[in-house]
């Protein structure tokens, strides 16, 4: 007997609906928001006055490839255009790649505090979601191989992993995609990737290019500050490319969105400006809250996750709540398996203090 409604796919309607950064207050007061890891020095001048300027083209379909764009990344990393695909924030190309490689009967697997988009894209295309456990909060190589089965098409990393901050050096990196099958496509994303300033750190540029079987992901979205305009994009072996062209929307990145994404990533000294300003108040912000008697995990991206008491008067969710009083809104983590955590985006140099000073008489309540 025919159904009485339409029915989704199997693994839709166990996907929980990912929720955002919280933006905005009951009270109406202006917050500070540092809960989605924007950068508080916001877009470069060059970005935005590339934007404004595709408003005098706006009854004009954009270019398709994004080649304008492509080119620009290819040429300020030394990469093949024609290996660059261009997305509506990486959040598109995470889904695309599961689109294309993921069906019922496969498993597409991810570390326990993962970024929530990969259980939702595998979900979404009926394959099973694995889980490999961290260890001290950091993507275990090891763990990851000891959940690979014959199902397994899928592994994706967070390189630095969101929402822990913590990053596994180039050496492991190498180690994981020696030790998986070669028809297993290993996905890192290095959505935090121009913040991380340690020798051992590689975003997967190099490993890219050396296999068929990895693929790097970036975003326009943190450091240069186009997360409303929804940029990202992907470096891959040609023939991925060539699977993700095929089923991408045929105009998936807009006009604006292409011309202010090619003027950000060559204005060096805007990210450059960013990157200095995240790692003094990164570190600034590390050593006042563990002053407090909270601990945080160590980070190397532009935000830091926080941990609180057991006790519930002094939890993640009362300071939540207090911290909302003073306009003020962080990132509540128990989607990521975190739920006495509260990650902080590093703001300006008003909003940091600002936020340590809140802290400061929370814990002395």
Not at 201 to 222: H, P
């Amino acid at each position: 007997m025919s159904a009485l409604r339409p029915i989704p796919r199997p693994g839709i309607l166990d996907i929980d609906p990912y929720v955002p950064g919280e933006s905005t207050l009951p009270s109406g007061l202006k917050p500070v928001k540092l809960s989605s890891n924007e950068t508080p020095l916001g877009p470069s001048p060059k970005a935005i006055a590339a934007y404004k300027a595709a408003a005098d083209d706006l009854e004009r379909y954009p270019d398709g490839p994004s080649t304008a764009l492509r080119n620009a990344i290819a040429r300020r990393y030394g990469l093949d255009a024609s290996r660059i695909v261009c997305g509506a924030g990486s959040d598109e190309i995470l889904n695309l790649l599961a689109h294309a490689y993921l069906g019922p009967g496969d498993e597409g697997l991810f570390t326990e505090h993962g970024f929530l988009v990969y259980r939702i894209a595998i979900l979404g295309n009926g394959a099973t979601p694995i889980v490999a456990k961290e260890s001290n909060l950091t993507t275990d190589v090891d763990a990851i191989l000891a959940k690979v089965s014959p199902r397994t098409k899928i592994v994706f990393v967070a390189n630095p992993n969101n929402p822990t901050g913590t990053y596994l050096p180039i050496g492991e990196i190498r180690r994981l995609r020696e030790k998986l099958r070669p028809d297993i496509l290993l996905v890192l994303d290095a959505a935090y990737a121009e913040y991380v300033s340690r020798n051992d750190y590689e975003a997967g540029i190099e490993l890219v290019a050396t296999t068929d079987n990895t693929v790097m992901t970036r975003t326009f979205s943190k450091i240069h500050g186009l997360a409303s305009l929804r940029v990202g994009w992907v470096y891959c072996p040609a023939d991925i490319a060539d699977v993700l062209n095929r089923i991408r929307g045929p105009f998936n990145l807009s006009s604006a969105a292409i011309a202010a994404g090619a003027a950000a990533i060559a204005d060096t000294g805007h990210e450059e400006a960013a990157r200095r300003h995240n790692e003094t108040w990164l570190a600034w912000l590390s050593e006042e809250i563990a002053k407090l008697g909270l601990t945080v995990t160590p980070s190397v991206a532009n935000f830091l996750l926080i941990h609180f008491p057991a006790d519930k008067a002094k939890g993640a969710v009362a300071c939540d709540e207090f911290l909302k009083t003073k306009a003020i809104i962080l990132r509540r983590v128990a989607g990521y398996g975190l739920p006495n955590a509260l990650r902080m985006t590093v703001g300006t140099e008003e909003e940091n203090k600002r936020v340590v000073a809140a802290l400061r008489e929370f814990m002395a309540r």
